[in-house]
């Protein structure tokens, strides 16, 4: 119902920004809350941020907050993670989501993104 295409990783050193950008199509875009999530190797997949289908809520990891940003745009079927002040435990791949309900993990989502690599060197 929704493909989920995640753009706008790469290679930035500590301190740096990256803005994240995650196209969906399909059905209803505009109906489901959208997360972000990462996975580092050999970590579990964490939550990152989320934000409900209005964008009137939004939620953040305690290890991002006050540096990354969730927002959507609807009408452009995108949702966006700003990412500043980048540290090295930063570097993951990351996921964009959708779902039923702004959920703290992965099993409340119901379609991911292939995924887009963020690395930060030191």
């Known amino acids: 119902q929704v493909q989920l295409v995640e753009s706008g990783g790469g290679l930035v050193q500590a301190g740096g920004s990256l803005r994240l950008s995650c196209a969906a199509s399909?059905?209803?875009?505009?109906?489901?809350?959208m997360g972000w999530f990462r996975q580092a190797p050999g970590k579990e997949r964490e939550f990152v941020a989320a934000?409900?289908?209005?964008?009137?809520?939004?939620y953040y990891a305690d290890s991002v907050k006050g540096r990354f940003t969730i927002s959507r745009d609807n009408a452009k079927n995108t949702v966006y993670l700003q990412m500043n002040s980048l540290k090295p435990e930063d570097t993951a791949v990351y996921y964009c989501?959708?779902?039923?309900?702004?959920?703290?993990?992965?099993?409340?989502?119901?379609?991911w993104g292939q995924g887009t690599q963020v690395t930060v060197s030191s």
């Open positions: 989501a959708a779902g039923q309900l702004t959920g703290w993990y992965p099993h409340e989502y119901d379609y």
């Open positions: 399909g059905r209803t875009f505009s109906s489901y809350a």
């Open positions: 934000i409900s289908w209005s964008g009137g809520s939004t």
